[in-house]
């Protein structure tokens, strides 16, 4: 089945502590994202990624990175989680950047206490 | 920057009445995406609309794209408890040959039964 997986569902976690969310598909899509959505914001791009090695900033880049080492995952990586990160991500994978409807995967509810 | 707003932000409807969302653009869209995202999942491509005035039809659901491109709407005739959701329009904006997709803050459709 052609889907986009993410890692955890649910995490909660501390101030400070480095977390990773796993993303991946199985679509050999080459372009992938990652959103954040809060309630009245809709979802704003973290980051993105047209191919591998190629990585860069979205709408709201601040306290997150990425990797892109193999065409099929794209990990989000939160070096020191503050609680204003709190929020529902997404990741999204397409065959091109714009032109093409995003496969989402089924999101990750992460807190920081 | 760009920016696509959507109205209404929620819309409560009898089952079997009809229900439409209306997405707008600040500048000229390339194109525009619709996603359907039921409650607790994750966004859902419906359908893409690149033409001036293109209109395309899904069962109940019509996208209309604007003259202009620079707005949308979604109309659902009849709704059913199947199409309580928040609906998403996505409007891609290229600028010389840099092309970035904004997702508006959707319409949150409930139904009374």
């Known amino acids: 089945e052609a889907q986009v997986t993410q890692n955890p569902r649910y995490l909660i976690t501390v101030t400070g502590k480095k977390l990773t969310v796993t993303c991946s598909q199985n679509m050999n899509h080459e372009y992938m994202s990652w959103y954040r959505q809060d309630p009245g914001l809709g979802l704003r791009q973290i980051y993105y990624s047209m191919n591998v090695e190629v990585t860069d900033k979205g709408d709201v880049p601040e306290g997150y990175k990425v990797s892109r080492k193999e065409k099929r995952n794209f990990p989000l990586i939160l070096e020191s989680p503050s609680p204003n990160q709190t929020s529902l991500y997404f990741c999204a994978s397409s065959f091109g950047r714009d032109n093409y409807g995003y496969t989402f995967g089924s999101g990750t509810r992460l807190t920081v206490v | 920057g760009q920016q696509v707003m959507q109205i209404p932000q929620y819309q409560h409807v009898q089952e079997g009445e009809d229900f439409t969302t209306y997405c707008n653009s600040s500048?000229?869209?390339?194109?525009i995406q619709w996603y359907k995202q039921r409650p607790g999942g994750h966004p859902v491509f419906l359908i893409q609309?690149?033409?001036?005035?293109e209109v395309k039809k899904q069962k109940r659901l019509t996208f209309q794209f604007g003259e202009a491109k620079k707005n949308s709407s979604l109309h659902i005739t009849a709704t059913q408890t199947t199409d309580v959701g928040t609906y998403f329009c996505a409007g891609c904006v290229s600028n010389f040959g840099n092309e970035k997709l904004t997702f508006g803050t959707g319409t949150r459709l409930t139904i009374i039964p």
């Open positions: 500048t000229t869209l390339s194109n």
């Open positions: 609309l690149v033409k001036s005035g």
